[in-house]
C-alpha cells in the first residue's frame, strides 16, 4: 500500500508545482506503474505458487487426489451464439446482452448457490454429491476419503465450508461496448469465483457443474499448472433464455 501511496502522487505535485499534464497523461502514468509493480508481484508469487502445486501433488497420501491437469480437458471457446443478428452498433449490442444477463442473473446464480450450499452441508460426502448430482458412485478413488479432509481447511475455525462463492457485479456496459469495439466476444455478463481449499472437491465440483442441466460449458480453460497466477479453472457457461443464449465466466 505504502508503494501504491507513493508512486500515485507526481513528483511535481508534491514539489507544490502546477501540473500541467492532461488527466489522461496521469492516468496512463498511473496504470503504467500499477502495471509494473503487478508484474513485480507476480514474479515474486512465482516461487510460492510452484510450491503450493507442489504440496497439491502430494497431499493427502497416495489415496488422495494428484493433481493431474489432464484430468480436464480444455474446451476452446468458440464463436459466441447471439441472437442479436439485427443489431450493429456495439453500444446497441452490449446494451442488449448486459440486458438480457440482469433479467436472467438468478438462472445464473441460482443453481451455483444451491451447489455451494450442498457441497457446504454438514452430512455431505463424495458419495452423497456423487449420487445427487452425477447419479452414480464415486470412482473407488474417492469412496474412502472424508470430504473434510483435515490437510484442506478452506476457513480456519469453519470446518465444515469446503467452497466458497463470491459472486462479481454485472458486466458493466461501457467496458461491454468496449470489449465488443475491439472484435472480441463478451463471455462474461455475469460473474463468480468458487474458491476450493481441496482439489479433490474442486475436481467434483467441476464434474457437477459439467453435468448440470442449468446450462452448458461453452469455453474450459484449464491452469492448474499455471505459475504466474493461482491455478484454477476458466470456465464459460451457456444459459438458454427464450431463443437466445448469453454467456458467463
Not at 478452506?154 to 465488443?180: H, Q, S, T
Not at 469495439?181 to 469465483?193: F, S
Amino acid at each position: 500500500m505504502s508503494s501504491f501511496a507513493s508512486s500515485a502522487v507526481s513528483p511535481r505535485a508534491r514539489a507544490g508545482t502546477i501540473d500541467t499534464s492532461t488527466e489522461k497523461d496521469r492516468y496512463k502514468e498511473l496504470f503504467s506503474t500499477l502495471k509494473t509493480e503487478a508484474t513485480d508481484a507476480t514474479q515474486q508469487l512465482q516461487p510460492i505458487i510452484q510450491k503450493c502445486m507442489a504440496f497439491y501433488r502430494t497431499a493427502g497420501g497416495p489415496d488422495h487426489f494428484q493433481l493431474d491437469p489432464e484430468f480436464i480437458e480444455p474446451m476452446p471457446l468458440t464463436r459466441q451464439q447471439l441472437r442479436a443478428d439485427d443489431l450493429t452498433d456495439p453500444s446497441d449490442i452490449a446494451e442488449f446482452l448486459i440486458a438480457v444477463g440482469a433479467e436472467n442473473q438468478d438462472k445464473f446464480q441460482n443453481p451455483l448457490k444451491k451447489l455451494v450450499a450442498d457441497f457446504n452441508d454438514p452430512s455431505a460426502s463424495f458419495e452423497s454429491i456423487h449420487q445427487k448430482y452425477l447419479d452414480e458412485m464415486p470412482p473407488p478413488s474417492m469412496r474412502n476419503l472424508p470430504f473434510r479432509n483435515p490437510t484442506f481447511v478452506l476457513e480456519p475455525g469453519n470446518r465444515k465450508k469446503v467452497v466458497r462463492e463470491r459472486f462479481g457485479p454485472l458486466k458493466d456496459e461501457k467496458r461491454g461496448r468496449a470489449k465488443i469495439k475491439q472484435g472480441k466476444e463478451l463471455t462474461d455478463i455475469n460473474r463468480v469465483t468458487l474458491e476450493f481449499e481441496d482439489p479433490k472437491v474442486l475436481e467434483l465440483a467441476f464434474r457437477c457443474i459439467e453435468a448440470t442441466r442449468a446450462y452448458a460449458l461453452v469455453c474450459v480453460k484449464n491452469k492448474l499448472n499455471e505459475t504466474d497466477q493461482p491455478p484454477c479453472i476458466h470456465l464459460n457457461v451457456a444459459v438458454k433464455s427464450g431463443q437466445s443464449k448469453y454467456e458467463h465466466d
